[in-house]
């Protein structure tokens, strides 16, 4: 993975909040949109998400912290570092599509992130209204970072689902892996052919769709990585880029 163009501020950043504040050191370099929203966080003890909720400045204002702790596996503390860093980024209180594509960007400077950055603004943005919330943000995170294989899974089906008719195509598999392999592509050795994400592509869909009909349902997904190592691993290559 390619090293983000902000130097090492970054992760002297990341040690100050896994060591003060839990997250662990898989989550937080594993994850992009945790870093990036890291970074933006102020270090501020007294600050907190109730203190945040009453800025009349804030456009979109979240659940409150009882209900997010609720329906996240996330802290209090946790919960209060996210949406500082959130806010800090994303003042009017929800995140649009180039944020995505900025925050991508600076991660993956040497490939093309904004295709990728598009299909995972999609995914996080359930309601289809063209932003994300912090609602939407931290309950897309809870799943990816410490929710159950099936969980993960069936966000990953949605992911992939591009048009949301609740089937993959090859054509949508292909999209998705495409957009990984420009994203990484340059950033990996030996450097990645061409025809790489097609290859790979063939080779999945032809195990996952059982019943040979041209899609993907979720059943199929889910089961095909529960009992292929390789397929899991393939699919799990998303969460190195979130």
């Not at 592509?185 to 195990?207: A, D, N, S, W």
Request: proline share 4%; aromatic share 10%; with cysteine.
């Amino acid at each position: 993975m390619c090293t983000p163009s902000k130097g090492p501020q970054w992760k002297n950043n990341l040690q100050h909040i896994r060591k003060d504040h839990g997250f662990s050191r898989k989550v937080l370099l594993n994850c992009c949109l945790v870093r990036r929203i890291i970074t933006w966080a102020s270090p501020s003890p007294k600050d907190s998400v109730e203190d945040e909720l009453e800025l009349s400045t804030v456009r979109h204002r979240p659940e409150g912290l009882e209900q997010l702790e609720a329906q996240t596996r996330f802290s209090r503390k946790e919960l209060q570092i996210l949406y500082r860093g959130f806010k800090n980024e994303c003042p009017s209180g929800v995140v649009n599509e180039e944020t995505f594509k900025d925050i991508y960007s600076q991660f993956f400077p040497q490939g093309d992130a904004s295709t990728y950055a598009h299909f995972l603004f999609n995914a996080f943005d359930t309601d289809h209204n063209g932003s994300v919330s912090f609602e939407d943000f931290v309950m897309g995170l809870s799943i990816l970072l410490r929710g159950t294989v099936q969980e993960k899974l069936i966000w990953a089906f949605n992911l992939y689902d591009i048009n949301k008719d609740g089937y993959i195509s090859k054509e949508e598999m292909l999209d998705i892996m495409k957009a990984i392999y420009d994203m990484m592509g340059k950033c990996t050795y030996p450097v990645l052919k061409e025809e790489t994400p097609r290859q790979h592509v063939e080779i999945f869909f032809q195990k996952m769709d059982k019943n040979k009909d041209g899609v993907v349902t979720i059943d199929e997904f889910i089961d095909s990585c529960q009992n292929d190592e390789n397929i899991m691993r393939s699919m799990h290559l998303f969460e190195n880029v979130l």
